[in-house]
């Protein structure tokens, strides 16, 4: 991968800057943000552009309105709290708006995805000129969107010659670069989710580089029945061959349900049928736990089990313990992972929390992503 210029080596002094974010942040049915994570975390990049005297068109989608205008996804409310957040007036609305800004101050756009071209370039490639044609300076600092080649991520930067990330995207950049180039060993990998075909191509990439990789959550069922082991009714991809290696570590108990009725079996015995397989069972996570306690890093993604539901929170909460207890280098990524790390009050003892799960994977599985790309130099 080429090299990507610092934004603090452009000078954008009396410039428009056009900058991606991402703000997809959730909203409650009266239309207010429920969580502004994802705007504080942009704060650092936007106060920095405006501190240099750059005026600041910022850009970013929300939900999935299907390439329609639907104000259930309007970003407005994002904007109202956004100017809470600086302590100054952000104004929302269309790109005429954009001419006349003055160094200083901020513009959010609306929704990028009510224009279904924002998903879709090929269908009107005159949409991201369009986009790029109100601003000199392009910027990118939605790393969770990084990995989709979408019109804002891949296409605008086409159009500017000066063009850098944010600091976020900086910092998850360079947090993922570590762990694939240089982890302080032993280095530790904890993947759990329902899908193992979602992350089979992380596996894969993190086999070379990891010392452990534990698996749980219900891709581990694929896995078990791979080896043998009766896995009952619990969820499994049959048209998934699991990737093997002698890294890997499965469940050697679990937690499962009958008709509301929860039991512990071990991987030995199996798991009977009628049964659902909902969590790692008390030995799995001690074993867990004791592999994170010895590591030098470890990242996380993706719950041991159906953690929402109490009886089945055990080894996803024994995870995050163990994580938030260790000296290891640690890190997060997924959205339910971080749901659970911020359940559990121990956030502040991660030492990163990815804004990008799928975007986090995909780049340790490839080793770079299209929006990284469309800003290399």
Known sequence: MGSIVPLKDLPINGKKVLMRVDFNTPLNDQGEVTDDARIKAALPTIEWILSQGASLILMSHLGRPKGEKNLKYTLRPVAERLSELLKEPVQFSGLDKAADLKPGEVLLLENLRFNPAE??????????????????????????????KHSSVTEVPKYFRQKAAGFLMEKEIEVLKRLMENPTRPFVVILGGIKLSTKLGVVK???????????????????????????????????????????????????????????????????P???????????????FCDE????????????????????????????????????????????DSLLAAKE???????????TGGGASLKFLEKGSLPGVESLVD
């Open 205 to 271: 990439a993190l086999s070379d580089k990891a010392d452990k990789i534990l698996i749980g959550g219900a891709m581990a069922y694929t896995y078990l029945k791979d080896r043998g082991v009766k896995v009952g009714d619990s969820l499994v991809e049959n048209d998934v061959e699991p990737f093997k290696t002698d890294k890997i570590e499965l469940p050697i108990d679990v937690v499962a349900e009958k008709h509301g009725e929860t039991a512990t079996f071990s991987v030995k015995e199996g798991i």
């Open 119 to 148: 998903e879709n370039p090929d269908l009107d490639p005159g949409f991201a000129k369009e986009l790029a044609s109100v601003a000199d300076v392009y910027v990118n600092d939605a790393f969770g969107t990084a990995h989709r």
């Open 273 to 287: 049928d009628g049964y659902q397989g909902m969590d790692i069972g008390p030995e799995t996570t001690k074993r």
């Open 292 to 335: 994170i306690l010895k590591a030098k890093t470890v990242f996380w993604n993706g719950p041991m089990g159906k953690f929402e539901d109490p009886r089945f929170s055990n080894g996803t909460f024994g995870v995050m313990q163990a994580l938030a207890d260790t000296d290891a280098y640690t890190l997060i990524g997924g959205g």
């Open 344 to 354: 559990s009050g121990l956030s502040e003892k991660i030492d990163h929390l990815s």
